[in-house]
């Protein structure tokens, strides 16, 4: 027993450290894509550099719980590949421990695995996702929401002024706001400050030397009010601006805690889909997916257990497990969006096909070791 102890150590150890270069590998990779990909839209919102550290965490918490699973079947595919390599798989089968040394630490690791995708999917994730879409929107909204010589319509109003400076400062400043059908009213001001709340996504504008023009009263149409001001302010809410994109949540957007009532039949507050039943996928979706390290090391055992193969086959073979597990997770998904499966069968029928899938390879590469 205490040299199985020892070997499964050696391979847990060699599994760790080939599975912390993978992820690191593996974020680095996925990091680059997806700024490269989204730069377009951090410009066109007038990204400022001391917004980026905030934007990378962000992505970097939403990539997260895809890169350890990948990451880790990458490292597991590269360790086991240089044991068997350097015929290290081969000597241990032929001490009689059997295929426990190797297939008892990869799964520990795989466990370690599973249980902080399974936090990330389901606390980190969707406040990621959230937090990054509000605070594009913010940005957006700081950035670029009132320009040089553009009418802006925002809903139920429409700004326009003839110059912005780089701090905010504003002139010739133009305001019709029909917030109030009854009593629509339009606002000059020769010079003004443009400030962003980010604590309450306020708009404020502090408007100098002008007047606001009133409509008449329905019930009193020859009565027109005008009225000068030195100073006026005027704030309303930023993200009603962008519409209910930006004030209600998508379903991978809200907690995991929130989800479980949802799907219980609480009331639906601040949402997009009014459909339940996509609210019961996406819990299950998080409940599923993190056992995917469990069937990638059993895999990953059971093909590479006493076999001799190049890193570069066993990569090739790595990705064609990750890619089939992925992939049918996302048909599986998109047949229960369908209601052509049941949400926790379309879930978990992968984990299903994949557990039975490695432990026929599990099996088979006993057999042949002996066991």
């Known amino acids: 027993m205490r040299s199985v102890r020892t070997l499964s150590s050696y391979v847990g150890r060699e599994i760790g450290v080939f599975a912390s270069l993978s992820i690191l590998g593996v974020t680095a990779l996925l990091a680059s894509q997806q700024l490269i990909e989204r730069l377009d839209q951090l410009m066109s919102v007038g990204i400022d550099p001391a917004d980026l550290p905030r934007v990378m965490l962000f992505m970097l918490a939403l990539l997260a719980p895809h890169v350890l699973p990948i990451g880790f079947a990458f490292g597991i595919t590269l360790a086991l590949a240089r044991l068997s390599r350097n015929s290290e798989l081969l000597a241990i089968a032929s001490l009689g421990v059997g295929i426990r040394a190797v297939l008892l630490p990869a799964v520990g690791v795989a466990l370690v695995i599973a249980a902080a995708s399974s936090w990330l999917i389901g606390d980190v994730e969707p406040t990621a996702r959230l937090g990054l879409r509000q605070h594009l929107?913010?940005?957006a909204l700081r950035g670029t929401i009132v320009e040089s010589e553009r009418f802006r319509g925002l809903e139920d109003r429409v700004i326009y002024v003839d110059e912005r400076s780089d701090d905010g400062g504003l002139r010739g400043v133009m305001i019709f706001d029909n917030t109030n059908e009854m009593r629509p009213f339009v606002?000059?001001?020769q010079s003004g400050l443009l400030r962003y709340d980010d604590a309450e996504r306020v708009l404020r504008l502090v408007?100098?030397?002008?007047?606001?023009?009133?409509?008449?009263?329905a019930r009193d149409p020859d009565r027109v009010q005008l009225v000068s001001f030195d100073t006026f302010e005027y704030a309303f809410?930023?993200?009603?601006?962008?519409?209910?994109?930006?004030?209600?949540?998508n379903?991978?957007?809200?907690?995991?805690?929130?989800?479980?009532?949802?799907?219980?039949?609480?009331?639906?507050?601040?949402?997009r889909k009014p459909n339940r039943e996509a609210y019961a996928v996406e819990l299950y979706r998080r409940q599923a997916m993190p056992w995917a390290p469990v069937w990638f090391a059993m895999a990953a055992v059971?093909?590479?257990?006493?076999?001799?193969?190049?890193?570069a086959l066993s990569l090739v073979l790595c990705t064609l497990v990750v890619f089939a597990y992925y992939a049918s997770t996302m048909l599986c998904l998109y047949l229960a969006g369908e209601s052509e499966l049941p949400s926790r069968l379309a879930a978990w029928l992968p984990n299903l096909l994949f557990g039975v899938l490695g432990a026929l390879l599990v099996?088979?590469?006993?057999?042949?070791s002996g066991e």
Do not use: C, K
């Not at 379903?251 to 949402?271: C, F, H, K, Q, W």
């Open 137 to 139: 929107a913010d940005i």
């Open 187 to 189: 606002t000059f001001a």
């Open 207 to 217: 408007l100098n030397d002008g007047q606001i023009l009133v409509d008449p009263d």
């Open 237 to 249: 809410d930023a993200l009603s601006m962008l519409g209910h994109r930006y004030s209600r949540r």
């Open 251 to 271: 379903t991978d957007e809200i907690s995991s805690d929130e989800l479980v009532d949802i799907v219980g039949g609480a009331p639906l507050r601040d949402v």
């Open 302 to 311: 059971g093909l590479g257990m006493g076999r001799a193969r190049s890193r």
């Open 363 to 368: 099996w088979r590469a006993g057999r042949s």
